[in-house]
Each structure stands twice: as C-alpha cells, then as structure tokens.
C-alpha cells in the first residue's frame, strides 16, 4: 500500500440543521486517483471546501503530507501543496487561453481567481520563468498549443475544463482536486479528459482526487472511490468492489426514485 498523503479523518460539518457531513474520514495514497461519488447534495463538494479551507469543520482533522490543515489558516504555506477546480467553470472569458493559465500561480486557495485578477504580478524574471514553463510543459501536457492565444469565450466546453486543469497544474500541486471535471462533457471529451488526468499520474508524482457523476470515466479511471450519501461514507474501495456494494446500489437507486 502506498502512503496517504491526505488523510482526513471524522469530519463533522452542519449548517444550521443540516448536517452535510457527519463523521467522515478517508485516506488518499499517494501518486494514485481517488474518486468520491454519490447523490446530489451528498457533501462532496462540501468536502473539497473542507480540505482547502473555505469551511471550517466543526470536528476532525485532515493531514496532509503529515502537517494538521486544520489547525493552520488557509493561507498558510501548508496548503500551498494544493490546487483545485471548481464545479462551475471560472475563466476570465475575454482573457486568452495562456493568460487564464498563468493566473493559477497567483490563484490562492483562500481568496480564489478573483482576487489574483487584482494581483499585480511577480518580478519580470520569474515572470518570464512562469511563462516559460507554462509553455514548454502545462500547455503541451494538455493539448492546448492550438488555442494558445484565443479568447476563452466561444472556445467549447470540455477545451474550458482542460484550460481549468491546466490552471490547476501551475504551481506543480502535490493534490489536485477536481470538482466534476466530466460535467457536461461528450463522450469524446470525457474520453480525452480521463485519460490526460491518467497520464498526468502516470509521468508526474501529483494525486488525483475527484468529484464526479459520470460513471463510466470513475470505473475506468479510479484507483480507488469513496462514497458519500447523506453526508457520510456509506462504500470505500476499488471500483469492482464498490460498484458490487449493496449500500451503493440502493444509495443509486433510491435517488433515481427520488428524482
Ligand atoms: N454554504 C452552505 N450553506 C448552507 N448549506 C450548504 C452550504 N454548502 C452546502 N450546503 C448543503 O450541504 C449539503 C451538501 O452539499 P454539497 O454541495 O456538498 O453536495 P454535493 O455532493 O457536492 O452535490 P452535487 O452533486 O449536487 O454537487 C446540501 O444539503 C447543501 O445544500
Ligand atoms: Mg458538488
């Protein structure tokens, strides 16, 4: 077995009576995919938020590369290790595709891509650095040399989210976090999307973990997947494992009903 590089461990998080997460604890090993599924308003993404800061728990902990995050603001340089993407996309559409791109390096977890539009920008030498190395590695990792120097706005969709990924990717995250990256996405995209988020953990040493609906591209991509329903994990394991889980399968099954 790998070691976690994220360990999250009996979280508990309510608003007002709504409990949107109840004693929930995973662990995320290293240099692998980790998947969380499960219905609509399960606690996913309030999951995520819980990681990189924006909520605060009200019980728990989450370790990650062996430092307490919880006990640490969200701006300290422990969660600099961590980059994510959002379940909406946040482009600045009448930027190009290379300077939506070069805003993931000022783009902190606490205060979001807004306020790094207002940053004024390093050096001019690490600025030419950056540039650089998004150039020679981001652009070319995510098949983005083409629409380099377009506009975002009017590009298709599923090109957005890997123009997301790639922001994501700048500042080399020891986690990437992806909040729904196959969301409204064809077949083609979703195809193209799975398997440059496998290479990604196949040629550099980032961990995945995502958030999706799409189960096909998570049965196919998955190392391992949590499931969450009602705010708690309900299934943890491999996808043959989970998917042969009858928790899940009445979780499934029971929201189709409800819908
Ligand atoms: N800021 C908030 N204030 C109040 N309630 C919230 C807040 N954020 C999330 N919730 C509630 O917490 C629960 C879990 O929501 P969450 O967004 O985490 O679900 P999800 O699993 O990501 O769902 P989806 O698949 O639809 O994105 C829901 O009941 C939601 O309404
Ligand atoms: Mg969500």
Same mark, same amino acid.
């Given at each position: 077995?790998?070691?976690? &590089?994220l360990d999250v461990s009996n979280i508990d998080l309510a608003f007002g009576?709504?409990? !949107? &997460?109840t004693s929930v604890s995973l662990g995320v090993p290293a240099g692998k995919?980790? !998947?969380?599924i499960g219905p609509n308003g399960a606690g996913k993404t309030t999951l995520f938020n819980v990681i990189s800061g924006f909520y605060k728990a009200q019980r728990g902990t989450v370790t990650f590369a062996g430092q307490d995050l919880l006990a640490q603001p969200a701006h300290t340089r422990s969660r600099a290790g961590i980059s994510r993407t959002f379940q909406n996309i946040a482009l600045f559409p009448g930027m190009t595709v290379a300077e939506n791109i070069k805003l993931g390096a000022h783009a902190h977890l606490d205060t979001g891509v807004f306020a790094a539009a207002l940053y004024l920008g390093p050096a001019?030498?690490?600025e030419r650095a950056m540039d650089r190395k998004i150039d020679q590695t981001v652009i070319p990792l995510l098949g983005l040399e083409d629409s380099r120097d377009r506009s975002v706005s009017g590009l298709p969709y599923g090109l957005q989210k890997r123009i997301e990924l790639a922001r994501a990717l700048v500042t080399e995250p020891k986690l990437l976090m992806l909040d729904e990256p196959f969301a409204g996405m064809n077949t083609t995209e979703k195809a193209k999307m799975s398997g440059q988020i496998r290479t990604l953990v196949a040629e550099t040493d980032v961990t995945v973990l995502l958030i999706d609906h799409d189960m096909e591209s998570i049965m196919t991509m998955s190392d391992q997947i949590v499931v969450l329903n009602f705010g708690k994990v309900i299934a943890a394991g491999t996808p043959a494992q989970v998917q042969a889980n009858p928790a899940v399968i009445?979780?499934? &099954?029971?929201?189709?009903?409800?819908a």
């Open positions: 077995m790998a070691p976690n &590089l009576g709504i409990k !949107a &997460l995919v980790t !998947a969380v001019a030498r690490e009445e979780a499934y &099954l029971g929201a189709e009903d409800a």
